[in-house]
């Protein structure tokens, strides 16, 4: 029977930790998991960690670390068949541990941006909040100024991503994450990368995962290239 691989993929705003986890996902047979997917999906069903959730992002407020466990674990239990790479969880040292007690990590990557490209690449973000689709004014924009592709509907700029929120916001997320990244490393499955530009780091990662990774069973919902 071949074995499961896990793999979470950590990174700052703007790091592009969603196209690297795509990327992997589509490379290897992996199912690409998303925090910010299972948070979208919770509050649209009215679930009542989803409805908990909202009331903290209506206030302008972090989903505390008890509701993104309730939100995330419970689906990394339906996934028990299956190899994925997770984004967006665990953000704190509370969620790792918890995470750790429910599966057995195989590797994480850890994106290592440069402030000034995190910001400029935040300031040009626009999301379509339904569905969490994010673009880039400057290297993904939408095919029609301001409104999303798939559905015409508007977009809007994160008021976490306008310039004046955006380096306390970084900050932040590096006093964070560092707990959990010494623990990654501490266990050592902790592989970071750095650059400017994700298509320069995707090789190294490509490569790692390459030696590292078993012959996974993959997900059938997955296609390849």
């Not at 703007?14 to 925090?35: D, M, N, P, V, Y």
């Not at 195989?106 to 689709?133: F, Q």
């Not at 400017?196 to 990774?213: A, F, G, H, R, V």
């Amino acid at each position: 029977m071949s074995k499961l691989f896990r793999a979470v993929i950590m990174g700052p705003p703007g790091s592009g930790k969603g196209t690297i986890s795509e990327r992997i996902a589509q490379s290897f047979g992996l199912t690409h998991l998303s925090s910010g997917d299972f948070l979208r999906e919770n509050i649209a069903a009215n679930t009542e960690a989803g409805v908990l959730a909202k009331t903290y992002i209506e206030k302008g407020l972090l989903v505390p670390d008890h509701v993104m466990t309730r939100l995330v674990l419970p689906r990394l239990g339906e996934m028990t068949r299956y190899s994925w790479v997770l984004d967006g969880f665990p953000r704190t040292l509370i969620q790792a541990k918890a995470l750790n007690s429910s599966c057995d990590l195989d590797m994480v990557i850890s994106l290592n941006i440069p402030l000034e490209t995190l910001k400029e690449r935040l300031s040009h973000r626009w999301i379509h909040p339904a569905s969490g689709r994010v673009y880039n004014m400057v290297f993904n924009p939408p095919r029609i100024q301001g409104v999303d592709d798939v559905t015409g509907e508007p977009l809007v700029q994160q008021d976490d991503d306008r310039p004046e929120a955006l380096v306390t916001r970084l900050r932040h997320y590096k006093d964070v994450a560092k707990p959990v990244i010494d623990l990654y490393k501490s266990m050592g499955i902790l592989h970071t990368f750095s650059d400017t530009e994700t298509d320069q780091i995707w090789p190294y990662i490509s490569s790692l995962i390459s030696n590292k990774i078993p012959t996974v069973r993959p997900d059938p919902r997955c296609t390849s290239p």
